[in-house]
């Protein structure tokens, strides 16, 4: 079946530095990509998304590229804030199956001052 | 617009107790998802209602059902709980006009945590 895997977290990082967090998925036909973030006592929260390969989604400095090629979907961010302290989730999305999302486990992050 | 509404937000119930949550999606949404998110198995997709039907179920067992009224309200239902059904449930809600629903954002909620004691 459909499966996304995440690297693994958490991640802790200084406020300016860079943040990458790899997200490769497998499944058959062609799935939209998604990344979603959720903060402490809250649902989700969609960040991006890319719908089709070589497209680039990007929200709030975050950016993430439909890579077909390497079955990829990695989010970057230039410079992390404080406030960008949250779990991050990858997702996708087919339209045979369109209302189930399938996620990674998440990557908790944490920014420090 | 008023986003995807849940309630009642927490819950704390007994094993072998019953269970229904409900999800009030955005209005003008059709489609309705259910997940279940456990920290030893992530988000996982419950069933997906869509004009009042069933249109797509996960792995779970019957224990787990669900229904949507005619105003796309859902409800879920848990019979028979047990300690490994604690969790966060959220529901999300979209668009989905009939045929791809593909490209339709789904609206998250801010979950149900229910505790099975």
């Known amino acids: 079946g459909d499966s996304v895997t995440q690297m693994e977290g958490p991640v802790t990082l200084s406020e300016e530095a860079f943040l990458t967090i790899n997200c490769t998925y497998t499944?058959?036909?062609?799935?939209?990509l998604f990344w979603y973030v959720q903060y402490p006592g809250e649902g989700l929260q969609l960040l991006l998304k890319a719908t089709k390969a070589d497209d680039k989604g990007s929200n709030k400095g975050f950016e993430a590229t439909y890579r077909k090629e390497t079955t990829s979907f990695h989010l970057e961010k230039g410079s992390v804030q404080v406030s960008d302290s949250a779990v991050y989730f990858c997702a996708l999305r087919k339209n045979t199956n369109a209302g189930k999302s399938t996620f990674g486990d998440g990557t908790t992050l944490t920014v420090k001052p | 617009k008023a986003g995807v509404t849940q309630t009642p937000r927490y819950l704390i119930k007994t094993r072998g107790q019953q269970v229904t949550l409900s999800c009030s999606p955005i209005?003008?949404?059709?489609?309705v998802s259910w997940y279940q998110q456990t920290p030893g198995q992530g988000l996982q997709f419950l069933f997906e209602y869509f004009s009042e039907t069933q249109r797509n179920k996960g792995n779970f067992p019957g224990r787990f059902s669900g229904r949507q009224f005619s105003n796309s309200r859902s409800e879920m239902n848990v019979s028979t709980l047990e300690l490994g059904d604690s969790a966060l449930y959220l529901c999300?809600?979209?668009?989905?006009?009939?045929?791809?629903?593909?490209?339709?954002?789904?609206?998250f909620g801010p979950g149900t945590r229910l505790t099975v004691l």
């Open positions: 499944a058959t036909g062609y799935p939209s």
């Open positions: 999300a809600s979209s668009l989905a006009t009939s045929g791809s629903s593909y490209y339709n954002e789904q609206f």
């Open positions: 209005s003008g949404h059709r489609s």
